[in-house]
């Protein structure tokens, strides 16, 4: 044995003489017995994945014959007994349709009479058998006879009248000959041949256990809807007088269901269940509903449908709903206007791969849902769409302020755009302004029924910035809060109690709702109703109303980041499948580009709108420039409609204190003033732009005072 020699470390704090030490090698490792390796190479065969996938094929494709002919075998079995119409007798006792139980019995009984006859009549076909046969043999002889006959007179050759009657004979010997060649292949094949049709049957039918049937089967992926898998997954729902009901209807079950039809991208089904069994046991299993039939939850809706005891289930194809629907209309056809009266809005597709149309006539809107989950999005496209027509007017209050709706410059009348309170003050204001112009409209309403207004249209994106403002005016009036007292809150109510009458409407989208930033009575005010995903049950109530929720709306089951667009709608405005509360519509996304693309198409159709924007109130302003932006591309306006978009522009520098004499008296001092035109004070544009020039020539400005 060798030996290493290792040298240790000096000390260096004493003399003496380097020492070495001998390591011996170490001792080689005990070799494995050969029992142990055997062992593990046989672990590791019968444990590999290949192994396991070869027994599963084998064990499968065996299973399939065996499960062939215990198919073929009930057939069979139901084709000669009347067990077929006892089992369905029993499924309709089950269920309490004591009707069909009687039919059923019915039709058994003139099934075993039918039966009766066939077995009496098997007693007499031998002997009419036997006479058949007697009376057909001899018939063909002598037709062979006759015709052998007729050979013989024609040819003068005695000898052809049997002619006949021997080929006859020779091609019975020649069949004899065929079956005695092919009957022992037949007889060595014929058990193979009927192995295989027993396998195909136990193909088509998966009839094998599950755990030999292929990867793809056993986790469900794409596999079809059919009644006995609705009807199992049903049984297997937990609820024991469901699962009691389906085992008294045997192999019956489905005669609960409906037909199975194709719904867009999944399927619809109806199910009456039995007595005893509420429609909401089934609703509050959504989810474990959705697993028995191998989908995920979100890619199952249950729906109480007109019929009693009745669940409606729509069934997406397994990851449907994960796929976009496509560009919006808006931004596909350039050609598309809109018409606030009588047209719909395309705001996406429902869950059967429908366009889903809008009508926003005369309907207040409220949209809502947690956050980043396309709320303004939703609520964009369709001012985008009524932004088509050309007579609606628009006042816009966005409090989030980072450019979601810079695109409606040029189109809105007021864009506020901005989260600060002073922002949230000018929204409130912009509300109470819409208020006062309902009021204006109801009074001529009064005096002239026929008089016809242009639609306003009031959105306030973020609305609960609004409900949830803590400041308090200098009336002592909070902006937020829901009380009597509370301005934001008041101004919305008005619109909804009288706005719709004059076509004043409210528009409103809010985050993750509340009681306290939104408020019962103002999300009640809502004609069209719809939420994204929200967090709870109780934020779906909020959000949709009680009726819709107990109707199978649930907003609170879409998944949040995954379900982005995708909306729960309540309203009288879009089409809704009879017997339901609400539909499910995934919203048709419209990014920032495109949707400046359609705003430059509704600009065009329009004479040229001024935006007011929110600027820093109170600051010195330059009264006459604020007058000639004002007016913008309007050659002339009324005095009354100059001081409130003055007000607009800036509420404390254009206070109450601003008066048409006021702004009479800045104008005659520039050299100009108002103009009379059809017995109404104007102020032209071109006058006070040319104040304006002259102004500057002079190097004077006025400010507001």
Known sequence: MSENVVHLHKDTTTAGPTVLAVVPDPAPPAPVPLWVRSGRAVKHAVTHETTKTTARAVARHSLYVVGGARIVGRRAWDGKTAARYERFMRAAEAAGNMEAAEEWEERGQRYRDARHRRRMDLLHSPVDAAKGLAVGTGTGIGALVALGIVMAIATKD??????????????????????QVVWGPAVSLGPFLALLALWAV???QQAAPQWALPATVRSGEGEPI????????????????LRTAIKEMGDA?????????IAGCGVEVDVTLPSGVATDEVQKRRKKLAENLTRHEHEVFITIPEAARTVRLWIADSGALDEPIGPSPLVTDATMTANYKTGKAPWGQDLRGDAAAISLYQRHLLVTGLSNQGKTAALRSLALWLALDKSVQFWIADLKGIGDWAMFEGIAQVLIEGPSDDHVIRATEMVEDAVEEMNRRIEARRKDPSIVFEPLIVVVDEAQLAFMCPVVGDDKRPYGG???TSRYFMGV???HNQGRAVDVLMWQGTQ????QNLPKLVREGAHTRASLVVGTESQARMALGDKAVNGGAAPHLLRQGLDKGTLVVASDGIAIPAGQASITVRTHF???????????????LRDGVTTLRVVDQGKERDTLADVAGVLGDAPRLRTNEILKRLHALDSKAYGDQWTNDRLKSLLEKHGEEPKKSHGVMVVHRDHVLRALANRDENGSASTAE
């Open 158 to 179: 005695a000898s052809d009248v049997v002619t006949p009657l021997m080929a006859v004979v020779g091609f019975i010997n020649l069949l004899i000959w065929i079956v």
């Open 202 to 204: 136990g193909s088509k």
């Open 226 to 241: 059919t009644p006995s898998i609705v009807v199992k997954a049903l049984r297997d729902l937990g609820i024991a007088p």
């Open 253 to 261: 079950g489905a005669s609960m269901l409906g037909p199975i039809r």
């Open 482 to 484: 829901s009380k009597a």
């Open 493 to 495: 109510r008005k619109i």
């Open 512 to 515: 993750d709702p509340t009681d």
């Open 590 to 604: 419209i990014d920032d580009e495109p949707a400046a693309e359609v705003a430059d198409r509704a600009k065009a």
